[in-house]
């Protein structure tokens, strides 16, 4: 029974740490990574 509450639990885990990182809304880490990029591109391309 301990190994099914563990497991359901790291699933648990699991999914919410992937929320966090790849989530569909905005305050997900790849969606701040890529607004950072797309900025960082737009200052290399359009500096003299």
Do not use: C, E
Not at 14 to 42: E, P, R
């Amino acid at each position: 029974m301990k190994q099914y509450v563990v497991l359901s639990s790291l699933i648990v885990l699991g999914l919410f740490i992937y929320n966090i990182i790849a989530g569909n809304d905005g305050d997900s880490i790849l969606h701040s990574l890529q607004q950072v990029w797309t900025l960082n591109l737009d200052v290399r391309t359009y500096s003299p």
